[in-house]
């Protein structure tokens, strides 16, 4: 699934001068807020879009490789948000012994 990498046009200047060091290495510890882990993008221009990442388990990646499946969990956020559930009643009958240990 391709998205467009830029989900805000609305760039905010963080500094306005930042140079490299002696092994061309830059320090943007001003500009990060959370993230760690980026991917880094140039574009013909040479501007540079740093677009911050997180890990997640391998096991659950498959959710993120099916564009329908995150399409209907979008749909089910969306839904629960303008409230509107259904009770499915207990799933208790559904668990195993093992599941009770988890």
Known sequence: MKTNVIQDHKFKEILEQATL????????????????IFKVYRNAAGQILLDPQILIPEREAWIYQNPKL??????????AKK???????SFR??????????
């Open 21 to 36: 060091d002696p092994k061309n290495r830059l320090s943007i510890g001003k500009a990060v807020l959370s993230s760690r």
């Open 70 to 79: 995150i399409q209907a969990i979008d749909k089910g956020i969306d839904q």
């Open 83 to 89: 409230g509107k559930l259904k009770k499915l009643g």
């Open 93 to 102: 009958k559904y668990l195993t012994d093992s599941s009770e240990n988890a």
